[in-house]
């Protein structure tokens, strides 16, 4: 869940210096004195905990659990109250985020999403309600205590490690190869001519350039490299729209609910995929009980071969072109045409606006199995399920897998070989995940759950072998059950 300023979630989460007093709401939801006197986000976070503590409304986890309707939203953050029934349509992350945990404990996947909870924690105070009843524990029943208590000690063990802290350096190379790949395309076709083998060639590193992009604007996303939110956004939009033509706004309204909700039917955007594909054990059956059938999904390894080149360019793209215009995010749309611009002046003179065009396409059929594969041999093979409300440690690790660590694999994937430490950790760095990687395979290992690392060939064969036992789920059901 991310809390912002901004209600778009376009800006800094809040200027972490400066916090204007009379700009915000107060704790009885009125806005506060016109005054212009300013306090630090800490200076203030800490003076209220000066103040005089009024008498909290207390609830018990069953009361909690009662408020998790569209009109009615309430969750847990160690161990306090929150009504965020008003403030979801605001949320930066996309009302679905918070629905997605009306009615749980949320203080983990609150910590996993902001980079610093302490400034978001001033967003909250309005919000507030009341706590838990002291004799209630600090997550709900059915979830493991120690477990939940071991995680959090080792996500204090890694911030006073430093391992959210990013290496500036490493990014600014990451951004220079797309730079450098993208002008070495136009100094080629300007050099040796539009010819076919040029214009195959440089579509290729066109494409080295638009995947590379795509991994570094999810590190932007994801707040990991700048300690202000408003300059990881900022370039996100860089990236994404004019290095790519997309909207960042987009990106992050699916990318948040995949995150918060690993795995989970119908929740996770990323895998609610029917009716073109059926994944899990639970839609395919419903599918086939309902007689679906688009197609037959009993083949549907082979049709993901087939249309993996064309999920960016005539999928996710159209997508989000519509969501940039429905909802009018006009700063995306122009950092989007300055893409198009960008590309009819460097390559219009040799290819023309239609040429262009193509040469743009082709650019991302090329790019389009490398993420699909990349960002799908992690999860579609993994445990797909109906909301069990497990605790976040627990959660994406049984969602995700890692493929092995090396150099080529780190680079061609943009790290997220190292899936089960990038969500547990969003916002962590990603050179940094080989780091704790030990330190969660141990805990894993004392908790007795499974920590999954595979070739990265093996992995990609792994997709396709479980679409086709999805299908074979499918096809079952669809032939067993009279038609309805």
Not at 59 to 78: A, F, G, P, S
Not at 130 to 136: S, Y
Not at 428 to 434: A, E, I, K, L, S
């Amino acid at each position: 869940m991310e809390f912002e300023e901004n209600p778009e979630g376009n800006g800094s989460l809040v200027d972490e210096n400066q916090l204007d007093l009379g700009a915000k709401h107060q704790a009885n939801g009125k806005p506060g004195a016109s005054g212009k006197a300013k306090l630090s986000a800490r200076q203030q976070a800490n003076a209220k905990c000066d103040l005089p503590r009024k008498s909290l409304n207390t609830y018990t986890w069953q009361e909690i659990q009662r408020h998790n309707q569209k009109t009615d939203q309430w969750l847990v953050i160690n161990r306090k109250v929150y009504d965020v029934t008003g403030w979801a349509d605001r949320h930066p992350g996309g009302r679905q985020v918070l629905k997605h945990y009306a009615g749980e404990d949320a203080t983990d996947v609150f910590r996993a999403m902001h980079p610093d909870p302490d400034i978001a924690q001033l967003y909250l105070k309005p919000l507030l309600i009341g706590e838990l009843a002291p004799e209630e524990p600090n997550q709900e029943r059915n979830k493991n205590s120690r477990l939940v208590g071991d995680f959090q000690e080792l996500q204090r063990t890694l911030e006073t490690l430093n391992m959210f802290n990013a290496n500036l350096g490493f990014f600014f190379l990451h951004l220079a190869q797309i730079l450098i790949l993208e002008a070495l395309a136009w100094v080629i076709v300007w050099h040796f001519g539009s010819g076919w083998l040029i214009t195959i060639f440089i579509s290729f590193l066109l494409m080295v350039a638009q995947a590379q992009g795509s991994f570094l604007q999810h590190d932007m996303g994801h707040l990991s490299i700048f300690k202000k939110s408003k300059w990881n956004l900022l370039m996100q939009k860089f990236v994404m729209g004019h290095l790519k033509g997309a909207s960042s706004k987009w990106w992050n309204h699916r990318h948040f609910q995949h995150h918060v909700k690993t795995n989970i039917y119908p929740k996770d955007p990323d895998i609610d995929t029917g009716p073109l594909f059926v994944i899990g054990d639970l839609q395919p059956v419903e599918y086939g009980k309902k007689k679906i059938k688009f197609f037959d999904y009993e083949k549907q390894h082979l049709i993901f071969c087939l249309v993996s080149p064309f999920l960016i360019p005539v999928y996710f793209y159209p997508e989000s072109i519509l969501h940039m215009c429905r909802r009018r995010h006009w700063e995306d749309i122009a950092w989007a045409i300055s893409f198009y611009i960008r590309y009819f002046i460097t390559f219009g003179p040799f290819y023309g606006i239609f040429g262009t065009m193509v040469l743009i396409f082709l650019a991302k059929i090329l790019e389009s199995p490398w993420i699909a594969y990349v960002t799908q041999m992690s999860h579609i093979p993994m445990k797909i399920s109906k909301e069990e409300n497990r605790d976040w440690f627990s959660s994406q690790v049984l969602a995700t897998c890692n493929v092995e660590h090396s150099f080529f694999n780190d680079w061609f994937t943009g790290h997220l070989n190292f899936q089960i430490e990038h969500h547990l950790f969003p916002t962590m760095p990603r050179h940094n995940y080989h780091k704790v990687a030990p330190l969660v395979r141990s805990l894993c290992a004392k908790h007795g759950l499974p920590y999954v690392k595979k070739p990265m060939l093996k992995a990609f064969g792994d997709i396709l072998r479980a679409l086709k036992k999805y299908g074979a789920l499918w096809k079952e059901a669809y032939c067993t059950h009279p038609e309805i």
